[in-house]
C-alpha cells in the first residue's frame, strides 16, 4: 500500500471550513483514498473513500487531484467536536496500514 | 449488533500474566481486524480474519500473540506471558465485503501491564 504524508497538526476557527491534505504520489491504479478520523479514546471513525472522482458525503467532501498523487479531505462547517486525529489512508481495500494522521484542532 | 463490542474495556495485568481480549463484530460482517494502538500512535495492523480463516497475520509482534475466530463471529485475541511493552489499546475492527476499505472499529481495550 502507498504510503501518505499529512501535516503533523492544523487548527482551524469554528465554522470555517477545514481543509486537510494528503499527498500519496505513489499510489497505484486500484488504491483507494481512505480517511478516518479518531476522537480522544475512541476507535477511529471511517469519513468517506474515493478512487478518482470527488466524493462528498454528510460529513465531508474529499477531492482527489487528477493524477491522483493527492487529496484534499474538506469539513465545511468545523465544530468543536471535529477536534480529531485524521488519517489518510490508500488501500485497495481491506487492511489498512495507518500512519500518524493529523491532529486538527477546531477552536472557538 | 449495533457497532462492534470489545471486552473488557480496561485490562491490568501483571508482567508475566495471560491476558484474552474479545471482539464482538457487527452480526453478518466476513472481515475482522485486529490493530494495536501505543499511546501518541496510529494503529498497527495485527492481523485479519475473513469468516474463520485468518489470512494474514504479518503484523503480530511475536509468537505470544494469537488470535482466534473459530465459528467466524467473535474474535479473541490471547496475549501469553505478557511484557511491558505490550501495553496499549487493542482495537477491533469488522467489514462487509464490498466495502472492503470501509472499516467499523470498536472502542477498544486498553492493556496496561505492570
Known amino acids: 500500500d502507498a504510503k501518505t504524508t499529512q501535516p503533523t497538526s492544523m487548527d482551524c476557527a469554528e465554522g470555517r471550513a477545514a481543509n486537510l491534505p494528503c499527498n500519496h504520489s505513489t499510489i497505484s491504479g486500484n488504491e483507494y483514498v481512505y480517511w478516518y478520523r479518531q476522537i480522544h479514546s475512541q476507535g477511529p471513525q471511517y469519513i468517506i473513500h474515493g478512487l478518482k472522482n470527488n466524493e462528498t458525503n454528510e460529513m465531508a467532501s474529499l477531492i482527489i487531484t487528477e493524477d491522483r498523487k493527492s487529496s484534499t479531505l474538506i469539513l465545511p462547517h468545523a465544530t468543536l467536536r471535529d477536534t480529531a486525529v485524521y488519517y489518510c489512508?490508500?488501500?485497495?481495500?481491506?487492511?489498512?496500514?495507518f500512519g500518524q494522521g493529523t491532529t486538527l484542532q477546531v477552536k472557538p | 449488533g449495533a457497532g462492534v463490542s470489545q471486552s473488557p474495556r480496561y485490562k491490568v495485568a501483571k508482567r508475566g500474566q495471560d491476558v484474552a481480549l474479545r471482539c464482538d463484530p457487527i452480526s453478518g460482517h466476513v472481515s475482522l481486524f485486529w490493530y494495536q494502538q501505543a499511546l501518541g500512535q496510529g494503529p498497527e495492523f495485527l492481523t485479519y480474519?475473513?469468516?474463520?480463516?485468518?489470512?494474514?497475520k504479518s503484523g503480530l509482534p511475536s509468537d505470544r500473540f494469537f488470535a482466534e475466530r473459530p465459528e467466524g463471529s467473535v474474535s479473541t485475541l490471547k496475549i501469553q506471558r505478557t511484557q511491558q511493552e505490550d501495553s496499549a489499546v487493542y482495537l477491533c475492527a469488522s467489514s462487509q465485503p464490498p466495502s472492503g476499505g470501509k472499516l467499523f472499529f470498536g472502542s477498544g481495550t486498553q492493556l496496561s501491564v505492570l
Open positions: 480474519f475473513q469468516n474463520e480463516a485468518q489470512l494474514d
Open positions: 489512508i490508500t488501500s485497495v481495500g481491506g487492511k489498512l496500514i
